[in-house]
């Protein structure tokens, strides 16, 4: 199983990216995103079931668009109004499918800064 994670960037405030990850190698039940801030934990930031069902942390609400295509396995993060606090490594997440085994990506770095 792979998981591959792309595009993340230095942005500015305000700016806007979009995250992608192109999974292969079995088949997943749950697709996400984590985030990991310099210093910090690990924190769940979207996921998405296969029938596309989403749920997205407090401090992305609203900003944040996580979506997948399931034929692709791939699931993408459409990341709007960026903050500097969203400055972070994100990682992509997925869960086999009646494994409940959890994958990760490699980590796309998104720093946000003038």
């Known amino acids: 199983v792979q998981l591959q994670a792309s595009g993340g960037g230095l942005v500015q405030p305000g700016g806007s990216l979009r995250l992608s990850c192109a999974a292969s190698?079995?088949?997943?039940?749950?697709m996400g995103w984590y985030r990991q801030a310099l210093g910090k934990q690990r924190e769940l930031v979207a996921t998405v079931t296969r029938d596309g069902s989403t749920n997205y942390a407090d401090s992305v609400k609203g900003r944040f668009t996580i979506s997948r295509d399931n034929a692709k396995s791939s699931v993408y993060l459409q990341i709007n109004s960026l903050k500097p606090e969203d400055t972070a490594v994100y990682y992509c997440?997925?869960?086999?499918?009646?494994?409940?085994?959890?994958?990760w990506g490699q980590g796309t770095q998104v720093t946000v800064s003038s």
């Open positions: 997440n997925a869960i086999g499918l009646g494994s409940s085994r959890a994958y």
């Open positions: 190698g079995t088949i997943f039940s749950i």
